[in-house]
C-alpha cells in the first residue's frame, strides 16, 4: 500500500540527490522521508475520519445517553467506547467532569471515559497505524478501551466521593437525570465537511512540529543505532522495565507525537513491544498538565488515587504485552 | 443595539484563538459589542458546557469545542 511512498523516497535520495546506498546518512534520510510522508497521510484521514464520526456524536449527546439510559454494568464500557470517539483537549477535562457529575452518571464511569479519552485518541491512532501496522494498533485500540473500562470499574469500587472538592460535591448533590435540552444542529454533510476539515488542519498544524523532530531523531537512531542494541539491557526477563518505563512516560505529554517515533526505533532495535506501549499509554494517557487542571475539581489525594489505579493498569498491560506478543 | 459577548474559556490555545477571531469579526465589521472573556470555572459552568471554547452571544450559547470561521460569527452577529 505504502510501496509508491518507498519509490519516491528512493528516488529523491539516490537519484536526486545522488547518494549512496547503504550509508549510514543517506540510510537515515531515506527513512526519515518515508516515514514523513507515510504518516502524514495516515494521520490526515485518521483525523478527518474521528472528525466526521465526533460531528455527529458530540459530547452533550454522549452525556445524556449515559445519564438516561440504564446499562447493568455496561455503562463503563461504553462510556470508554465514547471516549475514543471524542477528541481530547486537556483543558475540557475539568467542565467536561462537573458535565457528567451534574448529569448523575456515577463517578466511575466519568473516570472511564477521561481515561480513554486520551489514551485512544485520533493522532495517537494515526501515528500508530503508521509506525507500528494495523495489528499492533487494534491491540493497543483494545487494550486501551479495556484499560479504562477496568480503571473505571476499580475506582468505583473505592466510593472516592469524599475525595472531591467541596464545590463538586454540592454539585453532585443537586445531580438530575432530567434530559437537557439539547439541540442538535441540523447540517447536512455538506455543511458539516468544510468544518470538520479546518479542524483537521488545526490539529495537524498543531502536531506537525513535534511529529518531524519525532521522525528526525528516529531517523538518526534507525541509522546509526546497531539491531538489537537494547536487547541485551531491556528484554522481556528484565522484569522492573515495564515499571520503569511506565513511571517515566507520565510526566511526559505536548511532546506525545514526537514520541511514538522514536519509541517505533527502540522497538525495532529490541525494546519488547509490551514495554514500548506501557510507555506510550504513560505518555499519551497520564500528564501533568492534566492533573493540574484536575486539581480545582479534585482534591489531590484523587487524583494520586486516580493516576495510581490508572498507572498499575498501564503496568499491568505491559506485562501481558510482553507474554502475550 | 449592543451585542453582549461572551467567551468561555480556561485559556487554552483554542481558547486564544477564539476570542483572537470574534475582536477581528468585530473590528472590522464596526459591529457595537462588548467581548468579555471568562475563565473562571464556577462561572463557565453555569452554562452548563462541557467542551471549551464557547461563544455566548446575548446569554445563547452559538458555538461550542471549536473554533469558528470569521464567516460563521458574522452570521451569528447579524
Known sequence: ?325 | MSKAIKILGTGCAKCQSMTKVVKEVVDENNIEATIDKIEDLMEIMEYNVMSTPALVIDDVITIKGRIPTKDEVLTLLK
Open chain 1, 1 to 325: 500500500m505504502f510501496d509508491w511512498i518507498q519509490h519516491m523516497a528512493n528516488w529523491i535520495v539516490y537519484d536526486l540527490l545522488n547518494m549512496t546506498q547503504g550509508l549510514h546518512l543517506s540510510e537515515a534520510l531515506n527513512f526519515f522521508i518515508y516515514d514523513t510522508v507515510k504518516i502524514l497521510i495516515l494521520l490526515l484521514v485518521v483525523i478527518f475520519i474521528m472528525g466526521i464520526v465526533n460531528s455527529y456524536f458530540p459530547i452533550d449527546k454522549v452525556k445524556n445517553y449515559l445519564s438516561n439510559h440504564k446499562l447493568y454494568g455496561l455503562e463503563y464500557l461504553m462510556a470508554s467506547l465514547f471516549g475514543v470517539v471524542t477528541p481530547f483537549c486537556s483543558c475540557s477535562s475539568v467542565p467536561l467532569f462537573i458535565g457528567f457529575v451534574r448529569g448523575g452518571i456515577p463517578l466511575g464511569v466519568t473516570f472511564a471515559f477521561l481515561i480513554t479519552s486520551p489514551l485512544v485518541n485520533e493522532v495517537a491512532i494515526g501515528l500508530f497505524i503508521g509506525l507500528f501496522g494495523i495489528k499492533t494498533t487494534i491491540i493497543y485500540v483494545i487494550s486501551g478501551i479495556l484499560l479504562g473500562t477496568i480503571s473505571g470499574i476499580i475506582l468505583q469500587k473505592l466510593n472516592l466521593e469524599t475525595y472531591l472538592t467541596p464545590w463538586v460535591k454540592n454539585v453532585l448533590k443537586n445531580a438530575q437525570k432530567e434530559q437537557d435540552i439539547f439541540i442538535a444542529e441540523k447540517q447536512t454533510l455538506q455543511q458539516r465537511l468544510p468544518i470538520i476539515w479546518k479542524e483537521v488542519l488545526n490539529i495537524l498544524k498543531g502536531i506537525v512540529p513535534y511529529v518531524l523532530v519525532g521522525i528526525a531523531i528516529g531517523g538518526l537512531m534507525h541509522g546509526y543505532i546497531p539491531e538489537g542494541f537494547f536487547e541485551t539491557y531491556m528484554n522481556k526477563n528484565n522484569w522492573f522495565a515495564v515499571p520503569i518505563a511506565t513511571i517515566l512516560a507520565v510526566p511526559m505529554y505536548s511532546n506525545a507525537s514526537g514520541i511514538l517515533p522514536v519509541v517505533q526505533v527502540l522497538v525495532a532495535k529490541g525494546i519488547p513491544l509490551g514495554t514500548a506501549i506501557a510507555f506510550m499509554m504513560g505518555v499519551v494517557g497520564l500528564s501533568l498538565p492534566e492533573a493540574m487542571l484536575l486539581k480545582k475539581v479534585m482534591t489531590l489525594k484523587l487524583i494520586a488515587i486516580f493516576f495510581g489505579v490508572v498507572t498499575l493498569c498501564i503496568i499491568a498491560s505491559g506485562y501481558l504485552f510482553n507474554v502475550l506478543l
